[in-house]
């Protein structure tokens, strides 16, 4: 079945770091990745759409400054954040859409990344 | 109004129950609908896509009513491995993108 890789799983660092979070779909071609926030009893937030060769799509109140995504290829997206807070420390998933799928067709999740920031 | 609005619960029972949960959406136009089960300091995993007829995969049964813009969830002869967060999840159809709004997710713990 299609697979979503994450990579770190956990990230504990100190403020003011930068740090890199990876999607990767490792038997599908994704033009269109997703990245979300979850925080502790809450939902998860869609914060942007990743676009593989373009611009990502920001959801209102996102900043692109703060939070980089990067889709250089069809199988990986990356996002950073940049120069990271303790108000940054939450639960970030990626999920992807293999190419060529209906739209009702469900997107597939990365295991998450947890981020702690000290 | 939110876009997606689920009940947080929780919903206690006992094993072998029948428990059912709602969800609404508020964009008519909205094409895609999911349920995804979520455990603790899990990422969401797919339950089971809902169709405009009704489905039933085992002891799942979801419906959507599109006049009154809600979903359900019937989990049937519930097990303790059932206890977990349901995320009602809707691709809202706003824009060519195929972006999933959640909602906040139906706690249910199952109990021996």
């Known amino acids: 079945g299609a697979v979503v890789s994450q990579h770190p799983s956990w990230v504990i660092c100190k403020s003011g770091t930068s740090v890199k979070i990876e999607c990767r779909s490792l038997?599908?071609?994704?033009?269109?990745m997703f990245w979300y926030r979850q925080f502790p009893k809450q939902s998860l937030m869609l914060m942007a759409t990743s676009n593989e060769g373009s611009k990502a799509t920001y959801e209102q109140g996102v900043e692109k400054d703060k939070f980089l995504i990067n889709h250089a290829s069809l199988t990986l997206s990356t996002l950073t954040v940049t120069s990271a807070h303790p108000e940054d420390s939450s639960f970030y998933i990626c999920s992807a859409r293999p190419n060529g799928t209906a739209r009702n067709q469900p997107q597939h999740f990365g295991d998450g990344t947890r981020l702690s920031i000290l | 109004r939110k876009e997606v609005e689920q009940d947080p619960g929780p919903f206690n029972v006992p094993e072998g129950a029948t428990v059912a949960f709602n969800c609404t959406y508020s964009n008519s136009a909205s094409q895609s609908f999911f349920w995804y089960r979520q455990d603790c300091r899990k990422e969401p995993k797919l339950l089971m896509s809902v169709y405009s007829s009704g489905n039933e995969d085992g002891r799942f049964t979801a419906q959507l009513n599109r006049a009154s813009q809600y979903i359900s969830l019937l989990i049937r002869d519930s097990k303790l491995s059932d206890s977990a967060t349901y995320l009602c999840?809707?691709?809202?159809?706003?824009?060519?993108?195929?972006?999933?709004?959640f909602g906040s997710g139906t706690r249910l713990l199952v109990r021996p």
């Open positions: 038997d599908f071609q994704a033009t269109t």
């Open positions: 999840v809707v691709n809202p159809l706003m824009d060519s993108s195929y972006k999933l709004i």
